[in-house]
């Protein structure tokens, strides 16, 4: 059974850090290219960062230069994205995504990030 499970969302200031895992399992973690995407109220949802299968190519949306990071242990078939400089106009539900291409893709359930004072 596929699962992605996100964690480490919640309420912070602006100004400060979050750190979201996104736990894979019951696929070939190593062989997908991960993504972290957002959805704020009223939006669609949009990519923030993507990270290739073994790591090596990254991608940021231009917001969030310099102040996310995205990364993956395959040895732990976990994605992570570290997020610094939190503004309120971070605030969104956080959603990581395996793809593989012509295997498809899959989306975890959401973690809610609340940036406010």
């Known amino acids: 059974q596929v699962q992605l499970v996100e964690s480490g969302g919640g309420l912070v200031q602006p100004g400060g850090s979050l750190r979201l895992s996104c736990a894979a399992s019951?696929?070939?973690?190593?062989?997908?290219?991960m993504s972290w995407w957002r959805q704020a109220p009223g939006k669609e949802r949009e990519v923030v960062a993507a990270i290739s299968s073994a790591g090596g190519s990254v991608t940021n949306k231009d917001s969030v230069k310099g102040r996310f990071t995205i990364s993956r242990d395959n040895a732990k078939n976990t994605v992570y994205l570290q997020m610094n400089s939190l503004k309120p106009d971070d605030t969104a539900v956080y959603y990581c995504?395996?793809?593989?291409?012509?295997?498809?893709?899959?989306w975890g359930q959401g973690t809610q990030v609340t940036v406010s004072a």
């Open positions: 019951g696929f070939a973690f190593s062989s997908y290219a």
């Open positions: 995504r395996a793809a593989r291409l012509n295997y498809g893709d899959y």
